[in-house]
Nanobody, 123 residues
Framework: VQLQASGGGLVQAGGSLRLSCAASGRTFGRYGMGWFRQAPGKEREFVAAISWSGGSTTYADSVKGRFTITRDNAKNTVYLQMNSLRPEDTAVYYC?????????????????WGQGTQVTVSS
């Protein structure tokens, strides 16, 4: 599976962005998917995860109520809608896939990673 993340950019605090992660391969619907982020000087951290069907989602406490993860298996794409953005959301955002039906909060449990897309939130 190859993953291509896009949709990052510069936005003011309180604004919104939608990230997309397009996947290659015919078995996209069998993968649990996740979004992670890494700010300068910090470790990569979990943001959100979604099961193969989209029926189960998990969020980091820091983004709960502001971010929404969804997927469209017909388009081989997973999305991260980010609302009410804060300066502390500034990071490179990565999408990831794991060869099982559910997502995970642990980065080590993912098998494939996209290249990352930069999100910068100005105050």
């Amino acid at each position: 599976v190859q993953l291509q993340a896009s949709g990052g950019g510069l936005v003011q605090a309180g604004g919104s962005l939608r990230l997309s992660c397009a996947a290659s391969g015919r078995t996209f619907g069998r993968y649990g998917m996740g979004w992670f982020r890494q700010a300068p000087g910090k470790e990569r951290e979990f943001v959100a995860a979604i099961s193969w069907s989209g029926g189960s989602t998990t969020y980091a406490d820091s983004v709960k109520g502001r971010f929404t993860i969804t997927r469209d298996n017909a388009k081989n794409t997973v999305y991260l809608q980010m609302n009410s953005l804060r300066p502390e959301d500034t990071a490179v955002y990565y999408c990831a896939a794991r060869s099982t039906t559910y997502g995970s909060t642990w980065a080590t449990q993912y098998d494939y990673w996209g290249q990352g897309t930069q999100v910068t939130v100005s105050s």
